[in-house]
């Protein structure tokens, strides 16, 4: 009798690691949600090298992308007194299938570098930055989750990101494109 790991029929750890991601895939159909993904434009965007604060044309990103997850979880933070009153975060936790995260665009190079920390997310109506990207999960070493985890964006602090200035100052917030 020979080890799993070593058969190249339809008993490899290839065909049973497709198979999972057909699984998640289903079930993800079934139950799943939808983040809009703002990737940060980095050849149009302008921000001072020092501060990273916005000049002129401010912080761009691509058109949304629609990253489909397992479970997206939007927990609404609690009230913190601070020197200014008052104040509040809400936090987002996503899980997306590995082959879903790459399939709409989005590299293994952006966890590995780190690119993702001026990337936004629309969820539930609210902006939010990406604050970690990790992988969980390997069989063979092929990555099966990624976890998306974000911080909610105040509107004063969306005022570098020109494509959020509705939303920073209360006007209308479809960011989706959607009609």
């Not at 990273?52 to 933070?77: F, I, K, N």
């Not at 001026?118 to 990406?130: A, M």
């Amino acid at each position: 009798m020979s080890r799993l790991d070593f058969k190249h029929g339809r008993f490899n750890s290839d065909y049973e690691t497709n198979r999972v991601f057909e699984a998640m895939e289903g079930w993800r159909k079934s139950y799943g949600d939808v983040l809009r993904y703002f990737r940060l434009n980095l050849g149009a965007s302008q921000t001072d090298p020092v501060y990273d604060e916005a000049v002129g044309a401010g912080r761009q990103y691509y058109p949304p992308l629609a990253v489909p997850c397992q479970h997206v979880t939007h927990v609404q933070g609690e009230n913190e007194y601070g020197e200014y009153g008052m104040y509040y975060n809400d936090t987002l936790t996503g899980y997306v299938s590995f082959s879903a995260f790459t399939g709409v665009g989005l590299t293994y190079a952006d966890i590995a570098t780190g690119n993702y920390l001026n990337d936004r997310v629309l969820y539930d109506r609210k902006i939010f930055r990406v604050v970690q990207l990790i992988t969980q999960g390997q069989i063979q070493q092929r990555d099966i989750i990624i976890l998306l985890r974000a911080t909610q964006l105040k509107p004063d602090e969306l005022i570098d990101d020109p494509q959020f200035a509705n939303w920073s100052l209360g006007g209308p917030n479809d960011l989706t494109g959607e009609q």
